[in-house]
């Protein structure tokens, strides 16, 4: 099926786009795309086709309990690494590093754990808040 070519899936693509490091609940996404809660249906649309081609990356914040979105991009390949979220800021970064699949694979290999990278998030402090704050 061809993807909806409609101005709201490009306001909503650029909206996401122009915020990378940030993530949000679709109702957020539907406030800063259409200003409320008109044209919410279409947005949980988009964000599930965009979801599928992996340029959204959907995931369940366990500090909110609450389903949000991030966008990755058409070359980012999340389900193989891990994320960090910032407990100061709320940014959410990918740790596109060899590192990331070795710490997977020793978990699997070790422990007998297999871990959902995509699914994975690491909480801490980032480095531009550590740098204005001082400590971790």
């Known amino acids: 099926m061809k993807p909806y ?20 609940t679709a109702e957020e996404i539907c406030r800063e795309v259409h ?23 959907k995931f369940r914040d366990e500090e909110t309990a609450r389903t949000c ?3 990755v991009g058409e070359h980012c390949d999340c389900r193989n690494h891990f994320h960090a979220k910032c407990l100061r800021c709320g940014r959410l970064e990918h740790i596109d590093c060899g590192d990331s699949v070795g710490f997977a694979d ?17 909480y801490g402090v980032c480095a531009r808040c550590r740098a204005a704050g001082g400590q971790a």
């Open 69 to 71: 979105y991030q966008y």
């Open 35 to 57: 200003g409320g809660e008109a044209g919410q249906s279409s947005v949980y649309r988009h964000l599930s086709e965009l979801c599928a081609k992996d340029v959204v990356h």
């Open 106 to 122: 020793h978990l699997l290999a070790e422990h007998g754990f297999s871990v959902d990278c995509g699914q994975s998030i690491l």
């Open 5 to 24: 070519k409609t101005a709201g899936r490009e306001r909503l693509l650029e909206f996401l786009s122009r915020n990378p490091d940030r993530h949000f």
